[in-house]
């Protein structure tokens, strides 16, 4: 299997073609080809074409969703990009922490998703709850912005250096970490189960699913751990009935 195939890299309401385009190319700079799109504002485009420079069946095969859990919904682990601080924190991880992270799991089968949010407003609290680690660049504090296409490509040269160093020999059995797909959907049936409960109240849920969301995005849970939970809140239902 080529390990690079397990990288996904996410552009979230790219206002910008020509972004889109100059991502492509950084992507295949470094032999990534999984690009993922979600609700660009222009694509296809020429600017698109024009600035991928050789990459263009990067954009060809790029696969274009609606919303992010749908572009992240395969995924075991995803890194979130932002330069902005959080009033609900997750994990915080420099580029270079984020590449040595991401190999780890790659060398586990486990897919990786980099996420980025629009050029203007970065990603929403929302869309950052998604990921389990918030990655960031270290940059000169009076000009922290980076450009999307110029912060992919310094955390695709670092995942491409991290990559480079895995043998084959050292690869592990596929992992039966949970998908992204399936924790969206065990988020779904907590939902319902502690509004059953009367434990969160749908009309004031304040951020009590956010925190949850970040107390089980830490554990990176497996396959059978999620099964355990998810029999648990149907024994609790029907304690309630």
């Not at 999984?34 to 990067?58: C, H, M, W």
């Not at 991401?102 to 990921?131: K, M, S, Y």
């Not at 050292?170 to 969206?184: C, I, K, P, Y």
Request: proline share 5%.
């Amino acid at each position: 299997m080529n390990l690079f195939n397990l990288v996904r890299f996410v552009l979230v309401r790219t206002t910008h073609p020509g972004n889109i385009g100059a991502s492509a190319r950084a992507m295949k700079n470094m032999g990534f080809t999984n690009l993922a799109l979600v609700a660009p504002k222009y694509f296809p485009d020429d600017q698109a074409t024009a600035r991928a420079s050789g990459a263009e069946d990067i954009l060809q095969n790029s696969q274009l969703t609606l919303d992010l859990p749908a572009a992240i919904a395969d995924c075991h682990i995803v890194l979130g990009t932002s330069s902005r601080t959080r009033s609900l924190p997750i994990p915080l991880l420099t580029a270079k922490e984020a590449a040595a992270l991401a190999a780890e799991n790659i060398q586990q089968h486990r897919r990786v998703a980099f996420v980025f949010g629009q050029e203007r407003t970065g990603l929403t609290n929302d869309e950052l709850a998604l990921c389990h680690y918030h990655l960031y660049i270290p940059c000169d504090p009076d000009f922290p912005s980076l450009n999307v296409a110029s912060a992919l490509q310094i955390i695709a040269y670092e995942l491409h250096q991290s990559l480079l160093t895995l043998m084959p020999q050292n690869l592990v059995a596929t992992s039966d970490l949970v998908s992204g797909l399936e924790m969206e959907r065990f988020y779904e049936h907590l939902e319902a189960s502690l509004i059953k409960l009367q434990f969160l109240d749908p009309t004031n849920p304040r951020q009590l699913m956010r925190k949850l969301r970040r107390l089980f995005n830490r554990l990176e849970m497996e396959q059978n751990e999620m099964n355990i939970l998810c029999g648990i809140l149907s024994a609790i239902e029907k304690g309630t009935l």
